[in-house]
Nanobody
């Protein structure tokens, strides 16, 4: 059993900052990559940022220069520092991880989501 638990969402004014955290726990052999996705009302879920176990990082164009993804491997935690927030960043943010639960079995796991609301 693997669990991903997000925290750090909330209400913030435009131009403000929030830091999201996601902790992975359970039967984890190794983590390949951890990512943040978001889904705004009436829109499809989209990738915001991802970081793999080699340190490779990708960002959606809409957040480049404003958001920073990082991870603490020892704590099995991924962070998303969000600065200069805009109203269009309002969404439910989901943590996702591709990981091995043992030497041969891998899968993609999702957290329950945390809501971010940016008021203009």
């Amino acid at each position: 059993q693997v669990q991903l638990v997000e925290s750090g969402g909330g209400l913030v004014q435009a131009g403000g900052s929030l830091r999201l955290s996601c902790v992975a726990s359970g039967s984890i052999f190794s983590i390949v990559a951890m990512s943040w996705y978001r889904q705004a009302p009436g829109k499809q879920r989209e990738l915001v940022a991802s970081i793999n176990n080699g340190g490779g990082i990708n960002y959606a164009d809409s957040v480049k220069g404003r958001f920073t993804i990082s991870r603490d491997n020892a704590k099995k935690t991924v962070y998303l520092q969000m600065n200069s927030l805009k109203a269009e960043d309002t969404a439910d943010y989901y943590c996702q991880s591709r990981l091995y639960s043992d030497y041969t079995n891998w899968g993609d796991y999702w957290g329950q989501g945390t809501q971010v609301t940016v008021s203009s």
